[in-house]
């Protein structure tokens, strides 16, 4: 992270001065803090014009973007006003010129696994988006190729929900009883 | 588990959702152009990157797109030689010249994710070093500070274990860019070359299997700290492959540095400017290639990076021999950075001392009570971790090796990710052979020094 303060992505204080507590958000989305990590929580709408401002301040790169199914694990600390959905889209970025990362966390609904593409403003967020589209299910809206990327093209299922079984290979050790 | 059957690998498991008509995938392959959809073929010419006006007039001298009687998509790999294990190229090609490619990868696809949510923090080395197989340190050491990062005692490792690790991923930089030298003389047919980096490589193995008692996979590097103190005698190993290194990068600057061969096949080859490989998401040498001066050992300074000194190499062309060049001398700067490790090393623990993350040794069990429970808890249920998540990157021999990993507070990650630095680097290639010969597209490849086992995972 840059040492100024003025660092634009650096959860600052909204401008009003009511005395309840405010959460800090950056352009608008709430904004966290995990291991001294600055997180931010778009809502899915908020997401592509957060990516773009992001990109303006000077977040050109996507280092990483993953998912996350939250099946099991539903009550994780969040924001308040955040609310918890099944599916999170994870995504790191990178301020080359300022020495400093940002990490967007977006809420993807179960019943709904959409989410626009950052392929417009990121090109190499594609590949891992259609990774995320392999191992999750979560549709990438105007994705110029949304396939498979690491699972064979007919496989059926996204193996990293956690509704899906860790395959095994029985392994008969010599001398043990199945 | 009932049957055999139902038990079987990836055993798909009945799933049934409104959104299965969404999620049904298509296929991966290249396809014709009359089937390929407007955005997806702008992506193949590469026309989406962010380019300056001169480099979009550049992009005038390429071939005429031409109808698809003209043209024929190859096959090349997965069992291709040059292609460093099973990645698949699809090439369209008019002539010798390749208009479209498209990278076809998972074929060494082993859910290492998925199996990484089942092992406990400390199994969990032994599911990492697996991916970049040939930098195994830095894998253990993107996952050991991530995961201490979560406990919160990433400021609590212990100097010598600190010191410890700079050594074993400088030792393990130069150990994967010798390789890389040896594959990419190999490509490119000068095969003396692919002998003589194996042999190097081989000494610092030498070294490795000393240490930890393994070539590579190492599972040295943990939570905590590491798995055992450094050797007798380790000193005088590292000393000796610090003098019979140089000496052998000089025999390769003769070999092919400065040879007119060597430098016609890369020169100008596979070039990627600096926006487009920012675009791309590219790292490590590729990105320096370009002239970014980005390394995060300088930039992000991790472990004791900041306390040394040494030069961030960078290219200027962005072409395949300053990729080459550069990897060829951050063996040099490795090599650097070694010396002062050596004069540095710190004495005291190569392990934290708490007792919840670290193993009690060995004579402790047989005196107490408690050192016994705790070595029974962390070896069958293992430590827990706190709710919570985080990402660290470091730099890897070929780029970021980012670790994400989301904890529900139990002694298993809940979801583990790596940012594998190849996974993105593959992703240029489309980008870098545009217009090139088809015998160049050995040389490109070659140049991104790909790992798949990386890039599969």
Redesign the interface.
């Known amino acids: 992270m840059s040492e100024t303060d003025t660092d634009t992505a650096a959860p600052e204080a909204p401008d009003t001065d009511d005395a309840a507590e405010t959460t800090p958000t950056v352009h608008g989305c709430v904004a966290g803090e995990?291991?001294?990590?600055t997180?931010v929580f778009p809502t899915r709408e908020q997401y592509l014009d957060l990516v773009k401002a992001l990109a303006d301040d000077g977040y050109?790169?996507?280092?990483?973007l993953?998912g996350?199914?939250y099946l099991?694990?539903f009550d994780?600390?969040l924001p308040d006003g955040i609310e918890p959905e099944r599916f999170e889209v994870?995504v790191?970025l990178l301020d080359?010129a300022h020495?400093r990362?940002v990490?967007i966390r977006v809420q993807v609904p179960e019943?709904?696994?959409?989410i626009p593409t950052l392929?417009?403003l990121?090109?190499?967020?594609?590949?891992y988006e259609r990774?995320t589209?392999?191992?999750f299910?979560i549709?990438f809206t105007?994705?110029?190729?949304?396939?498979?990327?690491?699972?064979?093209?007919?496989?059926?299922?996204?193996?990293?929900r956690k509704?899906?079984?860790?395959?095994?290979?029985?392994v008969q050790f010599k001398g043990a009883h199945a | 588990m009932s049957t055999t059957e139902e038990t079987a690998v990836g055993a798909p498991v009945p799933w049934s959702h409104a959104n299965v008509g969404q999620t049904t995938a298509g296929e991966q392959e290249m396809k014709p152009r009359s089937e390929t959809t407007a955005d997806e073929l702008m992506r193949e010419l590469g026309s989406v990157l962010r380019m300056s006006e001169a480099e979009a007039a550049q992009l005038g001298d390429l071939p005429e797109d031409p109808d698809e009687d003209q043209t024929m998509i190859i096959n090349m790999g997965p069992q291709h030689p040059s292609t460093h294990g099973v990645l698949r190229l699809m090439l369209e090609l008019q002539g010798e010249t390749v208009l479209r490619c498209k990278p076809i990868i998972g074929y060494l696809h082993t859910g290492m994710e998925k199996t990484g949510e089942q092992l406990t923090y400390l199994q969990g080395g032994t599911n990492v070093t697996r991916m970049d197989y040939l930098s195994p340190f830095n894998n253990e050491l993107a996952f050991s500070m991530a995961t201490e990062k979560l406990l919160g005692i990433d400021g609590d490792i212990p100097e010598r274990a600190v010191w410890m690790r700079m050594l074993l991923s400088e030792l393990n930089r130069m150990s994967s860019h010798l390789l890389f030298l040896a594959t990419n003389g190999m490509d490119l047919g000068a095969v003396g070359m692919m002998i003589y980096g194996w042999r190097e490589r081989e000494e610092v193995l030498r070294f490795f299997q000393k240490v930890t008692g393994l070539r590579m996979n190492h599972n040295f590097i943990r939570p905590g700290g590491l798995a055992a103190d450094l050797p007798p005698g380790w000193r005088d190993d590292v000393l000796r492959l610090l003098d019979l290194i140089p000496e052998r990068l000089e025999e390769y600057d003769t070999l092919m540095t400065g040879q007119p061969i060597w430098r016609e096949r890369l020169q100008g080859v596979g070039v990627i400017t600096p926006d487009e490989a920012i675009a791309l998401g590219a790292n490590g040498p590729i990105l320096r290639s370009t002239g970014v001066p980005w390394d995060l050992r300088r930039d992000m300074p991790y472990l004791r990076y900041d306390e040394v000194d040494f030069d961030v190499i960078v290219g200027s062309y962005g072409d395949a021999y300053d990729r080459y060049a550069i990897r060829l001398n951050e063996v040099r700067e490795s090599m650097k950075i070694v010396r002062q490790i050596l004069e540095r090393m710190p004495t005291g623990d190569y392990r934290i001392q708490d007792k919840k993350v670290t193993p009690p040794p060995r004579a402790r069990i047989d005196e107490s009570m408690e050192a016994l429970i705790h070595h029974f808890k962390l070896f069958t249920e293992g430590f827990k971790v706190p709710e919570g998540e985080v990402y660290v990157g470091i730099e890897s021999p070929r780029g970021e090796i980012g670790c994400y990993i989301a904890s529900d507070g139990s002694p298993t990650p809940y979801r583990i990710h790596m940012r594998a630095p190849s996974f993105a680097n593959i992703q240029c290639l489309p980008h870098m052979l545009r217009g090139g010969l088809v015998a160049d597209a050995v040389a490109v490849i070659s140049s991104t020094d790909p790992v798949l086992g990386d890039v599969d995972r």
């Not at chain 1, 990121?122 to 590949?127: F, L, R, S, V």
């Not at chain 1, 105007?142 to 990293?160: F, K, Q, V, Y």
């Open positions: 995990s291991c001294g990590q997180v050109t790169m996507v280092i990483d993953c996350v199914d099991e694990y994780r600390p994870v790191n080359i020495r990362r990490r019943d709904e696994p959409t392929f417009d990121h090109p190499g967020a594609e590949a990774e589209y392999d191992m299910g549709v105007d994705h110029p190729d949304m396939t498979r990327i690491l699972m064979p093209e007919d496989w059926i299922g996204h193996p990293l509704d899906y079984a860790v395959g095994k290979i029985p």
